[in-house]
């Protein structure tokens, strides 16, 4: 950047003035390497520590269970936690849930609060700079090094829930500032709407502040991208506000919670009562729900009950009553459990720390790809490029002395009675199946999961959609973006979920139901994946290298079939095989984790 503050707009630099203190490689290094950092405590909190079971919004060193679980948090975690190599992880003293949730938010917190404050001052400092002749190429780096700081600050939301739940005062002082910044940040999103330096007329050398008196033409892909970009950065924050707030989750997780228990007892029998099947639906829509619900019964108005039998297609009825039980009840069934499993998937946390990896990887791949195009003075190492470096060594050190092991004898007594609590055969077990409990049958379900797999590669083409690379602009992908995730992929979920249904009533031998339902999993997933990317592939601007993002997604279907194929006990027992020298502890995770051990097997 020029040493004098002044520009011509009426001139055009042919070169980029090297400008350290916002493109230079310590700062480069600092800020990734701050985003990333978070990032990966979040993953490491989401695999080790979290417990889907307990009210986010508990009062502090309370263990307080939450009123509607999330099952989707539940059956991933279930699956995850029983590979060997983390269970060894998370049982060692370093990753247990009472010791490992303080250690990290202090962490997180240390990161997020200087993420704050530089993103706040890097913005800051380019708005300065843009009367003193401030490239639009370094703009372009500022604005995504706002981002960088953005995604810590709504991984510190996801993380810190039950945290701020309990220091409002804190929480108020935060929000404000990620308030402040998230304006800021939006109005120089929207300069860079202009910036078509691919196929226009302009240059990353131009003065950034020249672009503030033109027009943006909205016919680019630029301008696009920069919706987009908006886009992401409202809901993001916007979401994570609302998940703040315990009306707004809550009541989400009351209606799945409600849909799920509709579409169980239909499926098992049992009471279609509204109050039966949440006793604190006091509300108004929800009465409603529930009259809907009794109303349509054609078995209750037969029977002049409120209670239903088992589904049963071979029931000998006739007339209406035969076409209810063929048509009627299988779709109340198959769109009662889509509902929940959409619902469970908007507000789990797994969909949070999805949705921060996914906008993470674009922020810094779009970063690396933008300042390939700056001078080489930019990859010098200095004093100033070293010191950001020095000043991260500060949060790091706390990291490491908050996850380091203690050598204190009682924490050594603490650890050892842990392990002693482990092998009593007295330690609780959670087997409510009840509406405000996990439903662990509806989990373990081939139903459930699949239904899950396909939504999740729902969630994988909003992520396509918006964050790669080559997929950008809206008018033309988002057509057939929106037909996929809100038309035909709930078409092939709802499809799935009636085709298990079916399966599961036949007088077929248990290998052939699973080689049923792996057949139709995978059928329906490659029918979705062919849609998706073969109505993008109209698009010039989509190369076929993006198509190995959905084909990444393959190899996760596969195994679910594969799991179900040869039945969930296999893996099981292969963990357990594994983790032989431990076996009391093994015992306890599995049947926390909703397995029965076998008493004659281990006499």
Not at 329 to 347: E, K, M, Q
Request: proline share 4%; hydrophobic share 45%; aromatic share 12%.
């Amino acid at each position: 950047m020029s040493n004098t503050c002044n520009y011509n707009c009426s001139s055009h630099p042919s070169e980029i003035q090297p400008y350290g203190d916002v493109a230079g490689i310590g700062v480069m290094v600092a800020f990734i390497s701050t985003t990333w950092i978070v990032v990966f405590l979040l993953i490491i909190y989401y695999l080790a520590a979290f417990d889907p079971e307990l009210d986010p919004f508990r009062l502090k060193n309370e263990k307080t269970p939450t009123q509607y679980p999330n099952h989707i948090d539940f059956s991933v975690l279930r699956l995850v936690r029983l590979l060997p190599n983390l269970f060894h992880i998370r049982r060692a003293n370093l990753l247990q849930s009472s010791r490992l949730e303080p250690a990290l938010n202090k962490c997180v917190i240390a990161l997020s609060d200087i993420q704050i404050f530089t993103g706040i001052s890097i913005l800051v400092s380019g708005y300065i700079a843009l009367r003193c002749g401030l490239s639009a190429y370094h703009w372009q780096l500022i604005v995504y090094l706002a981002w960088l700081a953005n995604i810590t600050h709504l991984a510190t939301l996801s993380f810190l829930r039950n945290y701020f739940a309990n220091r409002r005062v804190k929480l108020s002082w935060r929000v404000a500032l990620m308030s402040a910044m998230l304006l800021i940040l939006s109005v120089a999103v929207g300069l860079t709407g202009h910036f078509d330096w691919e196929v226009g007329s302009q240059h990353p050398a131009d003065f950034a502040i020249c672009y503030f008196r033109r027009l943006p033409d909205t016919q680019t892909i630029t301008f696009e991208s920069m919706v987009k970009m908006i886009c992401l950065l409202t809901y993001g924050f916007s979401i994570r506000m609302a998940k703040m707030f315990k009306g707004f989750e809550t009541s989400l997780r009351q209606i799945g919670a409600i849909m799920r228990t509709v579409s169980t007892r239909r499926q098992r029998g049992g009471s279609q009562s509204i109050s039966d099947v949440d006793p604190g639906a006091d509300k108004r829509w929800l009465r409603l729900i529930g009259a809907a619900m009794r109303e349509v019964s054609t078995q209750r108005r037969r029977r002049g009950s409120q209670d239903i039998p088992q589904w049963d297609p071979r029931a000998r009825e006739g007339g209406l009553e035969r076409l209810a039980i063929l048509v009627y009840d299988p779709l109340v069934i198959a769109v009662s459990s889509l509902i929940n499993i959409h619902l469970d998937l908007f507000t789990s946390f797994l969909a949070e720390v999805y949705w921060v990896i996914f906008a993470l990887i674009w922020g810094t791949k779009r970063l690396s790809y933008t300042r390939k195009l700056g001078p080489k003075e930019e990859n010098e190492w200095s004093f100033g490029q070293t010191l950001p470096l020095i000043l991260l060594l500060a949060p790091m050190a706390a990291i490491i002395e908050n996850l380091s092991f203690s050598s204190k004898p009682r924490e050594r007594e603490r650890i050892r009675r842990w392990a002693i609590n482990l092998s009593n055969p007295d330690w609780p077990e959670f087997e409510d199946n009840d509406a405000r409990r996990i439903d662990r049958e509806y989990v373990a379900s081939i139903s459930y999961h699949g239904a899950l797999c396909l939504a999740a590669f729902g969630y994988i083409q909003a992520g396509v959609f918006f964050v790669v690379d080559d997929l950008r602009g809206i008018s033309q992908p988002f057509r057939s973006f929106a037909f996929s995730f809100f038309v035909f992929n709930p078409f092939l979920q709802l499809l799935w979920i009636l085709c298990s249904l079916w399966i599961s009533r036949m007088y077929w031998i248990i290998p052939l139901k699973r080689s049923a339902n792996g057949i139709a999993l995978l059928s329906l997933t490659v029918v979705s994946m062919t849609e998706f990317w073969g109505s993008l592939s109209d698009d010039p601007e989509i190369s076929f290298e993006d198509s190995k993002i959905g084909s990444s997604f393959q190899p996760i279907v596969a195994f679910t079939s594969f799991y179900y194929w040869s039945g969930e006990q296999y893996y099981l027992g292969i963990h357990l095989a594994v983790s032989s020298s431990h076996p009391s502890i093994d015992r306890v995770v599995c049947s926390r984790m909703g397995y029965r051990e076998e008493k004659a097997s281990t006499e």
